[in-house]
């Protein structure tokens, strides 16, 4: 669609995430630590290898890396229990929210507050998560290497998708083979800008300066909760108009 990228969408939108993510050790502790309760030896435990590539590329220190293993290995890490919100935001745009909380009624209502406050509503669990596919996604910066160079990377990787325009390179997995994936495309591109398991919308919904103001609002709210770890979106805002909103 010409004027639109998704893969500039989801740049801008990390881009932004970045810049305010003061709180970004506490969700990476927080993910070490639930997937230290499957093992902490990360040979045999791919969330908890997932987990440690994402702490060392946000330079934790190391101290910190291990004083959660050591916690998690005696019993006593703290007990975060996983849960995932859906709703409805401006422009009719679908939402999936997933966190990682000590006190599901407090993280519910801060969830809920932001959707009323933005023009959305929360739905149950299942309402908008049939639109969209867990994946597992992969962001190279163009230096990388050019479209083909990098396919065949993926190809050989065992990657399900790329998708390659003048920002870079997104390379969807599979998400049973994503550490995979992840593992062998460090060795042959080096190590991606961003790599995660999200949600991917099957369809992108197109909004306008006013509805994608209001959604940018809702997201930054929804970013700033430490008990939100990962907010997927099927919005799609026009490249002009996106560097405009994020100036």
Known sequence: MAGHSKFANIKHRKGAQDKKRAKIFTRLIKELSVAARS???????????????????????KDNIDRVLKKAEGGE??????????????????LIVEALTDNRNRTASE????????????????????????????????????ADAVFEAALEAGADNVESDENGHLILTDPADFMAVREALES?????????????????????????????????????NEDVQNVSANFEIDDELMAKLAG
């Not at 990360?42 to 702490?55: D, E, I, K, M, V």
Request: glycine share 12%.
């Open 77 to 94: 890490g703290e007990n975060y229990e996983e849960v995932r919100y859906e709703g409805y935001g401006p422009g009719g745009t679908a």
């Open 188 to 224: 042959s591109l080096g190590a991606p800008e961003e790599a995660e398991l999200t949600w991917r919308p099957q369809n992108s919904i197109s909004v306008n300066e006013a509805q994608a103001s209001t959604l940018l609002k809702l997201l930054d709210v929804l970013d700033d």
């Open 39 to 61: 093992g902490t030896d990360p040979t045999s435990n791919p969330r908890l290898r997932s987990a440690l590539l994402a702490a060392r590329a946000a330079n934790m220190p």
């Open 111 to 146: 969830v809920r507050a932001a959707f009323n406050k933005y023009g959305g509503s929360m739905g149950e669990t299942g309402s908008v998560s049939f639109m969209f596919d867990k994946v597992g996604q992969l962001i190279y910066t163009v230096e990388a290497g050019d």
